[in-house]
């Protein structure tokens, strides 16, 4: 029997449809063991290789060693947004709306090692990237124009990156997206009904229900949403109530860092290294401080396609039932 | 330079960023070159094989020849909705929203021949198809509690499909989607403003600029839309207003069938066979005969991979230009 669910944070539906009882390996698929080198010659992100990128915008060093980085911030090579162009708006054949593809998009090499993952850093290593992607936000987010920003990390190619060695990408937009924009007025009218904001009653509800919950700390609530869209699709969101990533505290920081590295291990040992995309959503801009939005670090093992009832419908079609997925999670 | 782009049918804007000046072949992916066979023993969707199927609810024959079937409909075997359970909402954990998986799931066998794909059968064949879709929509429309159908078909892979004989889907669900209404909405203001569809504005728009044209015949306008979330993104419009598919004409019928087939064709021939989706959006049967809305083919290739800035700002990137890559399709 399947179930539909809505998800409370966009309305939108789910359908949970367990084909039949799954263990986490029948959702690790035939992967290639491949075994990468620590230092790759023609990799435009291995130490050496700096002047294959445009200069670095910030760069994190080790207190006790100046002449290595540890964290590189570049420009995109292959930018999906530039500083260097228009925020006009256009009107295309007097119709059709457009603007210039204004905005920043930066990529950060996290590490100087080419096989070096994220849960494979020390706890300090991984705190330094969180740090450098909320120097990041700040950085971007008090440019003119930038009205949302997008962290986030696709690792492995199914995931859609095209370069091996460890990197994570932030975008900032000069829109704000129609998404995003939904989200705000749903979790709007629910802070107006109830003057709560939804995802700290949805923190709240994950903790007492238990069902869901991967587990938590002082700082974090982990769980995997109610209406999942995606198999073992994982949520980390702040206990304190916070819109923006860019109002994230240092004790915080720290504690992100080993959240991420402990939730990919367990995900890597449950479903044999999947690829994986891990997104930081936050509040755009405007709304950095609003009482109704709270970022979180949503992450997704590409264990699933999207055909067409998806892309026709928009509802997502998820073969893994969260209250399962969550339980071998906390076996782990 | 890249530019954002507003998709005027749900105000979501697209990035067009055109990392070089692309020929077809940059997005042809290297592909095995597989023989399939004619009949495969062991295929639940071969001619022989009929009882490894849930019983057909339909069946297609030539007038000549009514011992064997051309196109065979079945339930599918693991089923996203079904009929045999509830349409009642529920609370979980007297919070979250959710309904029993109430529908209808159909698989539609295209043809007996295991390798005969949709631009491979005669015309007539074709046809045969796009009636054997309209038919159903029709039984399925009339059920008590369906509210949406879509009609898919996953072709290849990575377009999300795991059987290889030719087949298409139809699903009727007894929810309307949040990203349906957001459509209905966008067209029902611009209605409102305008006393005009949306979407017959767009096929005028569409035929009077060319650039983004591809073909266009009596009945239907084929162009790669203005904001094309996916390289060759492709349309195929009615010029007749009609919201629902549910109401096309048997001319319309036979000529979409052509339609249909040229362009995958073109598609094969430009991309290397590529994977694809082909997705029939139609009117929420409560407003099938809306004058806001219109129904349309998309066919989208699946020479992309979303990532996580897709999957968090909702905004996509698209590596190609649509002026661009229509023009391929009309020198094919």
């Known amino acids: 029997m399947t179930e539909l669910r809505q998800d409370p944070t966009t309305n939108e539906w789910v359908i949970i449809a367990r084909e039949r009882a799954k263990r986490p390996y029948d959702f690790a698929k035939d992967r290639e063991v491949r075994t990468t ?62 603007k210039g593809g204004f905005g920043f998009h930066e990529v950060i090499i996290e590490t100087p090692r080419h096989n070096q993952t994220l849960p494979g850093m020390d706890a300090s290593h991984a705190a330094m990237l969180m740090q450098a992607y909320r120097d990041r936000y700040e950085v971007l987010s008090r440019e003119a124009h930038v009205k949302m920003i997008l962290i986030f990390k696709n690792h492995g190619v199914t995931a859609g990156t095209s370069l091996d060695h460890p990197h994570s990408q932030i975008i900032a937009s000069p829109v704000v997206s129609a998404h995003a924009k939904r989200k705000s007025e749903v979790a709007g009218r629910y802070c107006e009904k109830t003057s709560r904001c939804l995802y ?37 969101s702040p206990k304190k109530h916070q819109a923006s ?17 402990e939730n990919i291990r367990k995900m890597n040992s449950l479903l044999a290294e999947p690829d994986y995309n891990c ?13 109704y939005l709270h970022w979180y670090v949503q992450i997704v093992p590409r264990i699933w396609t999207a055909a067409g009832f998806e892309m026709g419908s ?12 969550a339980k071998f999670m906390r076996e782990v």
């Not at 109002?247 to 959240?259: A, R």
């Not at 997104?279 to 009482?291: D, L, Q, S, W």
């Not at 928009?314 to 997925?325: C, F, H, K, L, Q």
Request: charged fraction near 25%; aromatic fraction near 12%.
């Open 200 to 236: 700290c009653d949805i923190n709240r509800w994950e903790i007492e229900s238990e069902s869901r919950l991967v587990s938590e700390n002082d700082q974090f609530v982990i769980f995997h949403p109610f209406a999942s869209h995606y198999p073992f699709e994982t949520w980390i």
């Open 245 to 261: 990533f860019g109002n994230i505290d240092l004790t915080e920081i720290s504690e992100l860092g080993k959240v991420l590295q």
């Open 314 to 325: 928009g509802i997502y079609i998820n073969t893994a039932v969260p209250e399962d997925t």
């Open 37 to 98: 080198p620590d230092h790759v010659e023609d990799c435009p992100f291995c130490p050496g290789n700096e002047r294959l990128t445009p200069p670095e915008v910030a760069v994190y060093h080790q207190e006790s060693d100046r002449a290595h980085w540890i964290i590189r911030i570049v420009p995109n090579m292959f930018p999906a947004l530039t500083p260097h162009t228009t925020t006009k708006e256009k009107f295309v054949d007097s119709r059709f709306k457009a």
């Open 279 to 291: 997104v930081f959503h936050t509040a755009p801009i405007e709304e950095e401080n609003a009482k």
